[in-house]
């Protein structure tokens, strides 16, 4: 089905990311900025190839997403910016001003949450920063509650002229499940601009009577945000009362897994289901604790309606024991809930037996070899990887260090599964071999987080090696250009190393500002690294294939001399320039003409092909003899100059 279609009471099967987009629009958004993070990003893919009358863009971070919303919504115009829980770290500064004064249009947040940490470097619960900026959280328990919340956030946000948060999570946004579409809104609101509207300068945070004041009138709202939300959740927030002393609260997605425990275990509790953990509606609540001895709070990751449970609880002077994953911990505060975790945790309150079910990939466990994450046949960032090990091999110094980043490329710091290591606990600098490119990142946390702990081990006066600091083109808009600016004003001697393959390929290929097109696919302006930098005061580029193993090795040993030859005063710039070899080929901009393969009497087992990390690169343990996979291969020839005896050669015919 197209997510625009005008058909409501229709059914249709829609995945957690589009049931939001489709919320959206039945919202009658008008403005929508993001950027690309996994499990997010298809929210915003789905409403760029929809016809809708709105404008829906791709912004270079979160940061500028959000600013871009508030812009929207200032002037009236319903807006949302879309993230992960990682990018809401970005937005925070505008997100803790702007609700001084509020808004005019519907300013609707999405957050995708990653609870397992299945596609992210951490669990973090952004329902906290909901609640400590006090606005309204929404979060759906479905796929039609994800849709009918996000429609209902902006009516929500409107009435109380505030940003209203919609938290999701991966199970959510990357599952699908049955929704019943609904009207869409027609018309669109009316963009004006009254600087002193409502309050005397509104919209700037400076202006009399000043920020106190203005933090003073977010309070003022808050007795009206809890009237509003226990008013407008009440289809969505339902309290079941069985007569029972325990007393269950689930929180969005847990509400499946406390529904399914309880039929298990055969019990009957109080069970309120909640749709909006902040504000909590209090006089369900209320009941729930008035109705229950004893209350299990279920709720992916932070304890944050446990805490206010707690806090309302007190205040009442009610006789109640509350558990959940803060105090009297029935489940482990980390990572993402599931059926045993929650069915033993009720089990234990209500003192039943509970015998765990075995999980479905442990019958499997014996029969499957291990494996580590690979990236794909004839990837660049291969080639990258295999110049800089050579090169750091030759004039990288002692211990050379490779502080890493977000995107595909961040696979290079994931090690190989079937090697063991051992915690060193060594006072000195201590070089490890690396043998593959999966084994070349010493450090990895955040977007930007390469370039800026370089410049940092360099200014603290780290000698014992080269320092690298890695980055992809989205990357390195998103959040390296003031550290580009750092390392030339503070004559940092770092090599930054920029992947260029032209997409933010790592979240499903999205355009990048290298890119050359927008969200919507329309040709745009492309920008260029290299000119970049040279605007920014970086002296020393070099740009290179890496199909070509020995020019992207030349292009960083001679970066590498550079940062150690007198006339450097800052760092070296080397990009690796070559579009991502997955993207080329479904674009058709690239079609393998040839296929590799390996002469059998040439092979003499030595496995580089193989260290080289290609997927289509194997071994054969009986013949002791590397293969090449013809499915998989597209004709890099990568793996042919790595070769030390010429035995890869390009197959006859093909």
Not at 147 to 169: G, H, I, Q, W
Not at 266 to 281: D, S
Not at 530 to 540: D, H, L
Request: charged share 25%.
């Amino acid at each position: 089905m197209r997510i625009d279609e005008d058909a409501p009471g229709k059914r249709v099967l829609l995945m957690g990311n589009h049931a939001v987009a489709r919320g959206a629009i039945e919202a009658g958004v008008q403005l929508v900025s993001g950027y690309p993070g996994t499990p997010s990003s298809e929210v915003i893919e789905a409403l760029s190839e929809a016809d809708i009358d709105a404008h829906v863009e791709w912004a270079t971070n979160e940061k500028v997403a959000f600013d871009v919303a508030v812009g929207g919504a200032i002037v009236g115009a319903r807006s949302m910016a879309t993230m992960k829980n990682a990018g809401l770290n970005w937005i925070m500064d505008m997100l803790m001003t702007v609700v001084y004064g509020g808004v005019r249009g519907g300013l609707v947040v999405y957050v995708a949450d990653d609870p397992g940490a299945h596609y992210s470097s951490n669990e973090q619960d952004t329902r906290m920063v909901a609640m400590y900026a006090k606005i309204p959280c929404l979060e759906p328990a479905n796929q039609q509650e994800a849709k009918d919340l996000t429609k209902m956030a902006f009516d929500l946000s409107e009435r109380l002229e505030l940003p209203v948060m919609v938290r999701s999570l991966t199970r959510i946004s990357h599952s699908s499940g049955d929704v019943t579409l609904g009207e869409m809104r027609r018309e669109r609101n009316r963009l004006a601009f009254d600087r002193h509207w409502k309050m005397p300068y509104r919209w700037n945070v400076y202006g009399p009577p000043g920020p106190v004041a203005k933090h003073k009138w977010l309070f003022e709202q808050l007795p009206k945000v809890k009237g509003t939300v226990e008013e407008i959740g009440e289809p969505f927030n339902v309290l079941e009362i069985n007569d029972s002393d325990v007393g269950v609260v689930a929180c969005g997605i847990a509400y499946g897994y406390v529904r399914e425990a309880v039929e298990r275990l055969g019990i009957e509790v109080n069970l309120l289901k909640l749709a909006t953990p902040f504000p909590l509606p209090e006089s369900k609540v209320r009941r729930l604790i008035e109705s229950s001895k004893k209350i299990l709070v279920v709720e992916e990751n932070e304890p944050v309606v446990e805490l206010q449970l707690r806090d309302l609880a007190q205040r009442m002077h009610a006789d109640v024991e509350i558990y959940g994953r803060h105090e009297n911990s029935l489940i482990e505060p980390y990572d993402e809930l599931s059926h045993n975790r929650v069915t033993a945790a009720l089990a234990r309150l209500a003192g039943v037996e509970f015998k765990p079910l075995r999980p479905a990939g442990e019958a499997l466990k014996d029969l499957v070899a291990p494996r580590s994450s690979m990236l794909c046949a004839g990837c660049p960032h291969l080639g990258t990887y295999w110049g800089l090990k050579l090169a750091l091999a030759r004039k990288g110094g002692k211990v050379p260090i490779v502080n890493g980043d977000i995107g595909c490329y961040e696979q290079g710091g994931y090690g190989i599964v079937a090697k063991k290591v051992e915690p060193s606990f060594s006072e000195e600098s201590r070089k490890y071999v690396a043998e593959a490119p999966y084994e070349m990142i010493d450090t990895n946390y955040i977007m930007g987080g390469g370039f800026g702990t370089s410049i940092g081990e360099f200014h603290a006066g780290y000698r014992d090696g080269k320092i690298v600091g890695l980055a992809g083109d989205s990357t390195f808009f998103h959040a390296d250009l003031p550290a580009v600016v750092e390392a030339v004003v503070n004559k940092a001697k770092v090599l930054l190393l920029v992947m260029d393959n032209r997409w933010t390929a790592m979240t499903g290929h999205q355009p990048s500002p290298t890119t050359g097109i927008t969200a919507r696919r329309q040709p745009t302006n492309r920008l260029d690294i290299e000119e970049v930098a040279r605007s920014m005061g970086v002296r020393f580029i070099r740009r290179a294939d890496p199909w070509d193993l020995k020019a992207i090795q030349q292009a960083i040993e001679e970066a590498l001399d550079y940062l150690s030859s007198p006339e450097a005063d800052g760092p070296a710039l080397v990009i690796a320039d070559k579009v991502c070899t997955l993207q080329a080929m479904r674009l058709r901009e690239y079609r393998p003409t040839r296929t590799y393969v390996v002469i059998p009497d040439k092979c003499i087992g030595c496995r580089l092909c193989v260290q080289f990390g290609c997927p289509a690169n194997a071994f054969d343990v009986d013949t002791n003899k590397a293969f090449i996979d013809q499915v998989l291969c597209v004709g890099c020839g990568m793996c042919a100059q790595v070769c030390p005896t010429d035995a890869i050669v390009p197959k006859e015919g093909s």
